[in-house]
């Protein structure tokens, strides 16, 4: 079963010009999220993405973005490692996602 995360949040962007189709993302990505078609990288699955920043990371050609570490998707992560209920703060007036 493949993880889900909130929809429409992730703040992943791939440059269809910029890419050069290595393959790369699609091999590092834990969740899935790429694959490589006609020697272009594409974004398979957005809500998926967990914003570790593996892909960009090794990106030769740095035609990938993301703002690793941040939003709510973090605060599930903390809470799967730390073994608590997820927190971003959302319940706050200032609000979050």
Known sequence: ???????NVATLLLSDETCIGCGRCAEVCP???????KKKARIDDKDSCMECGAC???????AITVDSGVGCTTA??????????????????????
């Open 1 to 7: 079963m493949k993880h889900r995360y909130l929809r």
């Open 31 to 37: 969740h899935g999220v790429f694959s490589v078609n």
């Open 56 to 62: 960009a990371k090794n990106c030769p050609a740095n």
């Open 76 to 97: 599930v992560i903390m809470g799967w490692l730390t073994g608590s209920e997820p927190s971003c703060d959302c319940s706050s007036s200032n609000g979050c996602c």
